[in-house]
C-alpha cells in the first residue's frame, strides 16, 4: 500500500511517488468518511427517532388514547 512504502520503501523514488500521493489522497478520503459517516448517522438517528414516535403512538393508543 502507497501509504506503508512512502515511509519504507528503498528506492527515494518510489519512496517520494508513494509520498506525494498519499499526501494527495488522504484529504479526498478522509472528506468521503466524513460525509458518509455523516449520512449514516442521520440516517440511523431518522429511523430510532421514528420507532420512538411508533412505540411511543402504540402506548397511547393502549391506554385508550386518539
Request: charged content about 25%; hydrophobic content about 45%; aromatic content about 6%.
Amino acid at each position: 500500500m502507497l501509504i506503508d512504502e512512502a515511509p519504507r520503501h528503498l528506492e527515494a523514488p518510489r519512496r517520494e511517488s508513494a509520498d506525494a500521493l498519499v499526501g494527495l489522497l488522504a484529504p479526498v478520503v478522509k472528506d468521503f468518511f466524513t460525509d458518509n459517516g455523516r449520512r449514516a448517522a442521520a440516517v440511523v438517528g431518522t429511523l430510532i427517532l421514528r420507532r420512538r414516535l411508533i412505540d411511543v403512538g402504540l402506548f397511547f393508543q393502549s391506554k385508550g388514547h386518539p
